[in-house]
Protein backbone atom coordinates (compact mmCIF):
# COMPACT_ATOMS: atom_id res chain seq x y z
CA UNK A 1 0.00 0.00 0.00
CA UNK A 2 1.24 3.54 -1.12
CA UNK A 3 0.58 6.89 0.72
CA UNK A 4 0.45 10.53 -0.59
CA UNK A 5 0.26 13.10 2.08
CA UNK A 6 -0.64 16.54 0.88
CA UNK A 7 -1.40 19.81 2.10
CA UNK A 8 0.90 21.29 4.20
CA UNK A 9 2.30 24.68 4.17
CA UNK A 10 3.06 27.85 6.38
CA UNK A 11 0.76 29.80 8.17
CA UNK A 12 0.36 32.26 10.87
CA UNK A 13 -0.92 30.91 14.38
CA UNK A 14 -3.91 30.61 14.86
CA UNK A 15 -4.82 29.55 11.17
CA UNK A 16 -6.10 26.63 9.85
CA UNK A 17 -4.65 23.67 7.22
CA UNK A 18 -6.01 20.51 6.17
CA UNK A 19 -3.84 17.30 5.52
CA UNK A 20 -4.36 14.57 3.01
CA UNK A 21 -3.39 11.08 2.04
CA UNK A 22 -4.64 8.87 -0.39
CA UNK A 23 -3.82 5.47 -0.26
CA UNK A 24 -3.48 3.29 -2.72
CA UNK A 25 -5.51 0.20 -1.92
CA UNK A 26 -8.75 0.41 -0.30
CA UNK A 27 -8.37 2.53 3.06
CA UNK A 28 -11.60 0.54 4.79
CA UNK A 29 -9.12 -2.43 4.49
CA UNK A 30 -6.27 -0.79 6.78
CA UNK A 31 -7.63 -1.41 10.55
CA UNK A 32 -5.27 1.62 11.85
CA UNK A 33 -5.02 4.43 10.36
CA UNK A 34 -2.88 7.63 12.10
CA UNK A 35 -0.89 11.06 11.98
CA UNK A 36 2.38 10.90 13.17
CA UNK A 37 4.58 14.10 13.25
CA UNK A 38 8.20 14.93 13.71
CA UNK A 39 9.73 18.19 14.47
CA UNK A 40 13.63 18.52 14.17
CA UNK A 41 15.64 17.20 17.00
CA UNK A 42 12.36 15.73 18.22
CA UNK A 43 11.05 12.44 18.37
CA UNK A 44 8.35 10.94 15.87
CA UNK A 45 5.09 11.51 17.69
CA UNK A 46 1.25 9.94 17.12
CA UNK A 47 -0.77 12.65 16.22
CA UNK A 48 -3.98 11.31 16.15
CA UNK A 49 -5.18 7.25 14.94
CA UNK A 50 -8.54 5.77 13.90
CA UNK A 51 -8.67 2.23 15.10
CA UNK A 52 -11.38 0.18 13.58
CA UNK A 53 -13.29 -1.21 16.67
CA UNK A 54 -11.57 1.17 18.81
CA UNK A 55 -12.33 4.76 17.87
CA UNK A 56 -10.50 7.81 17.65
CA UNK A 57 -7.67 8.68 19.96
CA UNK A 58 -5.93 12.25 20.12
CA UNK A 59 -2.16 13.89 21.46
CA UNK A 60 -3.47 15.74 24.47
CA UNK A 61 -1.49 18.44 23.16
CA UNK A 62 -4.04 18.80 19.85
CA UNK A 63 -7.47 17.46 21.60
CA UNK A 64 -10.15 20.00 20.46
CA UNK A 65 -8.11 22.14 17.94
CA UNK A 66 -7.26 18.65 15.60
CA UNK A 67 -9.67 16.25 13.99
CA UNK A 68 -9.10 12.85 11.93
CA UNK A 69 -11.61 11.58 9.44
CA UNK A 70 -11.24 8.43 6.71
CA UNK A 71 -13.18 9.13 3.93
CA UNK A 72 -13.53 5.31 2.37
CA UNK A 73 -15.16 6.23 -1.00
CA UNK A 74 -11.89 8.28 -1.56
CA UNK A 75 -9.51 6.48 -0.27
CA UNK A 76 -8.50 9.56 1.70
CA UNK A 77 -7.32 10.00 5.24
CA UNK A 78 -7.93 13.80 6.35
CA UNK A 79 -6.58 15.61 9.27
CA UNK A 80 -7.75 19.35 9.96
CA UNK A 81 -5.91 21.34 12.03
CA UNK A 82 -7.23 24.25 13.28
CA UNK A 83 -5.94 26.79 15.85
CA UNK A 84 -2.46 25.59 14.79
CA UNK A 85 0.81 27.35 17.35
CA UNK A 86 4.37 27.37 16.22
CA UNK A 87 4.98 24.37 18.60
CA UNK A 88 2.70 22.22 15.76
CA UNK A 89 5.79 22.59 13.29
CA UNK A 90 7.08 19.79 12.15
CA UNK A 91 6.83 17.11 9.25
CA UNK A 92 3.16 15.47 9.62
CA UNK A 93 3.24 11.58 7.98
CA UNK A 94 0.76 9.41 7.53
CA UNK A 95 0.68 5.81 8.74
CA UNK A 96 -1.06 2.51 8.04
CA UNK A 97 -1.13 -0.96 10.22
CA UNK A 98 -2.42 -4.23 8.77
CA UNK A 99 -1.29 -7.23 10.82
CA UNK A 100 2.46 -6.86 10.98
CA UNK A 101 2.60 -4.50 7.96
CA UNK A 102 3.27 -0.67 8.56
CA UNK A 103 2.83 1.84 5.98
CA UNK A 104 4.42 5.48 5.49
CA UNK A 105 3.88 8.60 3.62
CA UNK A 106 6.37 10.87 2.19
CA UNK A 107 5.55 13.10 4.32
CA UNK A 108 4.10 17.13 4.16
CA UNK A 109 5.93 20.05 6.02
CA UNK A 110 3.73 22.10 8.11
CA UNK A 111 5.23 25.09 9.73
CA UNK A 112 3.38 27.95 11.91
CA UNK A 113 4.88 31.49 12.32
CA UNK A 114 4.63 33.12 15.57
Known amino acids: VQLQASGGGLVQAGESLRLSCVASASIHTIPVVAWYRQAPGKQRELVASIRHGFGIDYADSVKGRFTISRDNVKNTLVLQMNNLRPEDTAVYLC?????????WGQGTQVTVSS
Open 95 to 103: NGQRGNERY
